[in-house]
Structures are given as C-alpha cells and as structure tokens.
C-alpha cells in the first residue's frame, strides 16, 4: 500500500462495464474528451468507456495489486496510447490534463473526499457516489442516476453536475 496518505477508508468495487454508454451519454464523453477514473481498480469498466466513446482516459489506483491488474488489461485491450495508469493517491501529478472525473468514493470520509473534489479544476464533468459530499455542498445543484455495480445487489446512487 502507499504511504501518505490520511485516513484510507473506501469498500473495493466498481462500476459495471455494462453502464459505460449510459456514463457516456450522461457526462457527454467524446474522442475529445479525458476521463479520470479516481479509484479505477483493475481498469475495466475505464477500458468500456474508452470503448464506447474513443476518448482519452486516467486511471488513479492506491492499491498495489489492482493497479497491476489494469497494466494487464490495459496491454492485453492494446490500449496503451489511451490510457495512463497511475498507482497513486488522487491528487497526484498527472501526464495529462482531465475534462470528466468518475469519482468512487461512498465510503470516504469527509478529510478525504474534500481534498479530492477541492483538486479537480474548474469546468469538470463530475459523477461520484458519495453522500457525505452532498451533506458538506448542498447548494450544488446536480442529477441523480443509479448504475449497477459490483458492490451492490441492485443499482447505487451516483450524482452528476459540472465542477
């Protein structure tokens, strides 16, 4: 595991790769777009988006043997040269700039989701999961859609909105 970083909290997951169309059309992804996914695990429903749409995407994973998974897919899907794959803490330094976030964070606490949401810049497409944003920011006004995962028996929450 990295070090540096405070109060690790999160229940391991993902976004079915089946929902990557309806993530796309929610957020308007295109091939002009970069996606990061914060928490992207072993990279597959990241590799469905950029599938889907053809954009460019970022994947940010803290644990050591997912990131290692996601190197595979990503070589095995030939997807190299569109997809960067970091094993790192979000906010981290990046080769590439981001226009959409998917963030996975239903667990975080309030320390944690507040240094991720207050480093994704201005102009952002974001979706993320996690209540505990929507208690600290509820002027933000955003929509709420419901994607099936794997850490849920039916469909969860995610909401939606531009940063």
Known sequence: MLSGHINLNYVYGEIQKSEAVKVIDILDIDKNSTVIDIGSGNSRFLCSLIRGSNCNAIGVECQEDRHTEALARRSNKDLEHKLELKNKFYPCKLDNEFTHAI??????????????FNAIPQGVKIIHNSTVFNNEF?????????????YTKNSARFWYFTK
Not at 107 to 115: A, G, H, S, V
Not at 140 to 146: L, S
């Open 103 to 116: 963030v996975h964070c239903c667990t975080w606490n309030k320390e944690n989701i507040l240094k991720v």
């Open 138 to 150: 509820p002027l933000i006004k955003q929509e709420k859609t419901f994607l099936k995962t794997s």
